[in-house]
């Protein structure tokens, strides 16, 4: 699930407890789903979302979208039954929340055996310990859990999120050097497209591979700001172009734009038009 080919735009929270939903999820055009089993599902109701979980996993329709189940943490009495019901699911990746350490990870996948890992980011000490839990041999992707963090980092709302900066960087770097898919964390306010937008233009200039989202309303806003768009397409078009013909003449240097065109451009420009096909591919789909 390499993040540099396989869209991860869109990556919408689900409670695993509602039949409704999950229905109609099928029908959604995210690139991801997280099937929550933990805060969209009241104590008393847990096991009976574990089999309504299992039962829709079973029955299938989810498509290309990517299935991530998140559990309820292992300290918790209901966190070893979620991580024992998943290894026997179809899902895709299982989500440990409130992720501290590697020894935390470690402790989930001797229950899960081999299936891929994604970890919620979402507490100090997960923030500090972010490189080693990235280098675990089972981690696939970060999760952003910023509402969690900035309870616990005694934040104030501010639309720049300057408080979580540090937070989201270390992360990103861990990520990033580990090659795992990393997402941003929710936008809490699901009328507001504009505000939604801004924060998506963020984390994407950040390097955010997409959006977690609480409701279908944020889908195409999320889609959109993390997609290439038409003009970052064709920049990626002409670069490829231009220094493949000076590789080709034996010249020294492309130039688009005005600007030099070196190796590392094309690595990023072919990047660029290989997640744009993907996008394109699942659509069609």
């Not at 929550?36 to 498509?63: H, I, Q």
């Not at 977690?212 to 944020?218: D, G, M």
């Not at 070196?262 to 096909?277: G, P």
């Amino acid at each position: 699930m390499d993040p540099r080919q396989r869209p991860y735009r869109s990556v919408l929270y689900i409670p695993g407890s509602k039949e409704r939903a999950l229905e109609k999820a099928r029908t959604l055009p995210v690139d991801a789903i997280i099937f929550d089993l933990e805060d969209a599902v009241a104590a008393d109701e847990k096991g009976n979302a574990r089999e309504t979980l299992k039962a829709a996993l079973a029955a299938g329709g989810y498509g290309a979208r990517v299935k991530i189940v998140r559990i309820n943490g292992l300290d918790t009495p209901w966190g070893r039954a979620d991580a024992e019901a998943v290894r026997e699911m179809d899902a895709d990746v299982v989500l440990l929340p409130k992720v501290n350490s590697a020894a935390d990870v470690d402790a989930l996948a001797a229950i899960t055996g081999d299936l891929p890992i994604w970890a919620m980011m979402e507490t100090p000490r997960g923030m500090l310990n972010a490189a080693e839990i990235a280098a675990h041999p089972l981690m696939a992707g970060f999760v952003m859990g910023t509402n969690d963090l900035a309870k616990e980092l005694q934040t104030r709302f501010r639309p720049d999120r300057l408080p979580l900066l540090t937070a989201l960087g270390l992360c990103l770097l861990a990520a990033k050097a580990e090659g795992l898919v990393i997402v941003d964390g929710v936008y809490n306010a699901f009328k507001d497209t504009e505000g939604l937008a801004v924060e998506c233009a963020q984390g994407r200039d950040m390097g955010f591979d997409g959006k977690t989202l609480i409701h279908p309303a944020q889908i195409e806003v999320a889609n959109t700001a993390f997609a290439p768009s038409e003009a970052e397409i064709d920049l990626a078009r002409r670069q490829i172009a231009a220094f493949e013909e000076v590789q080709t003449q034996g010249q020294g240097v492309a130039v688009v734009d005005g600007k030099i065109v070196e190796n590392l451009h094309v690595v990023t420009a072919r990047e660029i038009l290989a997640k744009a096909e993907a996008i394109s591919a699942l659509q069609a789909g």
